[in-house]
């Protein structure tokens, strides 16, 4: 099972279970190992997670984080977990940034099993950042997200390699939210520097009441006219194809010879493998006997009734 389908897999009981957990324990024990183990560290040897991880820092001793993870026998990734109700922007990850300046971990994770929250010290040497660098929600997956978290497994685990992707990411969080809370609702700055290019007068506080709504529509309409216009390129794509078919040259394929197609088209085992996989999950609701596949140059396409303008999805397997 690929890595992905594995955190979906996890995710996925996480509506099932989260009325039966009750405390922390039984969320480190549902959620987060399962997660770790994902992650290719096996949680039973203690070589490479250590529970309850003792590293006292100056007066404060005993104190203890709830997982370390090591790699060649140092500490690597410090775990610690809240409960699964808990707000995690309530929660102050105080182990974590005691231990940061004592120990030699550099990814501080701070997890309530459905939100994982990582942090490192790009501010300032072994002290750990105020904010995350990554966030994952389970209930929310975004798959860009999980590819940034296959950096995490044990076998590709590199913290020099880490450190300049956990800087893009911190910075591209922090500017992506930025640009969220200035399209909902302008601020002064940001609509003076769009006002001060296209109006010559003085910015006025009635100026900055009339720009403020001209700048929001302005920002809103750009980006619905953006997306329309990748609509609109993608639809005339499919046109030239349906055209294509059209014409008699429709791309049906031989699932028993698979090699016979026209044009150089070859269908692979793995395509076969994700139609056969499409009728499956589809099975319950659907007559297997209404799924086709179309196999093309750039994808493979998996129809309804055979029908190209019935599209239920293309498998992207012969490109990097």
């Given at each position: 099972?690929?890595?992905?389908?594995?955190?979906?897999?996890?995710?996925?009981?996480?509506?099932?279970?989260?009325?039966?957990?009750?405390?922390?324990?039984?969320?480190?024990?549902?959620?987060?190992?399962?997660?770790?183990?994902?992650?290719?560290?096996?949680?039973?040897?203690?070589?490479?997670?250590?529970?309850?991880?003792?590293?006292?820092?100056?007066?404060?001793?005993?104190?203890?984080?709830?997982?370390?993870?090591?790699?060649?026998?140092?500490?690597?990734?410090?775990?610690?977990?809240?409960?699964?109700?808990?707000?995690?922007?309530?929660?102050?990850?105080?182990?974590?940034?005691?231990?940061?300046?004592?120990?030699?971990?550099?990814?501080?994770?701070?997890?309530?099993?459905?939100?994982?929250?990582?942090?490192?010290?790009?501010?300032?040497?072994?002290?750990?950042?105020?904010?995350?660098?990554?966030?994952?929600?389970?209930?929310?997956?975004?798959?860009?997200?999980?590819?940034?978290?296959?950096?995490?497994?044990?076998?590709?685990?590199?913290?020099?390699?880490?450190?300049?992707?956990?800087?893009?990411?911190?910075?591209?969080?922090?500017?992506?939210?930025?640009?969220?809370?200035?399209?909902?609702?302008?601020?002064?700055?940001?609509?003076?520097?769009?006002?001060?290019?296209?109006?010559?007068?003085?910015?006025?506080?009635?100026?900055?009441?009339?720009?403020?709504?001209?700048?929001?529509?302005?920002?809103?309409?750009?980006?619905?006219?953006?997306?329309?216009?990748?609509?609109?390129?993608?639809?005339?794509?499919?046109?030239?194809?349906?055209?294509?078919?059209?014409?008699?040259?429709?791309?049906?394929?031989?699932?028993?010879?698979?090699?016979?197609?026209?044009?150089?088209?070859?269908?692979?085992?793995?395509?076969?493998?994700?139609?056969h996989i499409v009728k499956s999950i589809l099975r319950a609701?659907?007559?297997?006997?209404?799924?086709?596949?179309?196999?093309?140059?750039?994808?493979?396409?998996?129809?309804?009734?055979?029908?190209?303008?019935?599209?239920?999805?293309?498998?992207?397997?012969?490109?990097?």
């Open positions: 099972m690929d890595f992905i389908d594995q955190i979906k897999e996890l995710a996925a009981r996480i509506p099932k279970l989260r009325e039966s957990i009750k405390t922390e324990e039984a969320t480190k024990n549902a959620l987060v190992m399962p997660l770790i183990n994902i992650l290719g560290y096996n949680v039973f040897d203690p070589t490479e997670v250590v529970p309850e991880y003792t590293a006292d820092f100056g007066t404060k001793k005993g104190e203890k984080v709830d997982y370390a993870i090591f790699k060649d026998g140092n500490p690597v990734i410090l775990i610690e977990c809240k409960n699964i109700d808990a707000d995690l922007d309530r929660v102050h990850a105080s182990q974590l940034f005691r231990y940061f300046s004592v120990n030699e971990a550099k990814i501080g994770i701070l997890t309530n099993g459905i939100i994982y929250r990582f942090y490192t010290d790009l501010d300032s040497p072994n002290k750990m950042d105020e904010k995350s660098f990554l966030e994952i929600n389970l209930l929310e997956i975004k798959e860009p997200l999980i590819q940034e978290l296959k950096r995490f497994k044990k076998e590709s685990f590199d913290i020099d390699d880490l450190a300049p992707a956990a800087c893009e990411l911190k910075y591209t969080r922090e500017i992506k939210q930025i640009l969220s809370k200035e399209l909902n609702s302008p601020s002064e700055d940001f609509v003076k520097f769009f006002a001060k290019q296209v109006h010559n007068g003085p910015f006025t506080q009635n100026v900055r009441e009339k720009f403020t709504g001209i700048t929001k529509n302005a920002l809103g309409q750009f980006i619905n006219e953006r997306i329309n216009e990748r609509l609109k390129f993608a639809m005339s794509e499919e046109t030239s194809e349906d055209t294509i078919e059209e014409n008699g040259e429709k791309d049906l394929v031989d699932i028993e010879n698979p090699d016979n197609s026209n044009d150089g088209i070859v269908t692979t085992e793995e395509e076969i493998e994700g139609y609701t659907i007559d297997p006997k209404r799924i086709a596949m179309r196999d093309k140059k750039r994808y493979c396409g998996i129809l309804l009734d055979d029908n190209n303008r019935k599209p239920i999805c293309r498998l992207h397997f012969n490109t990097r």
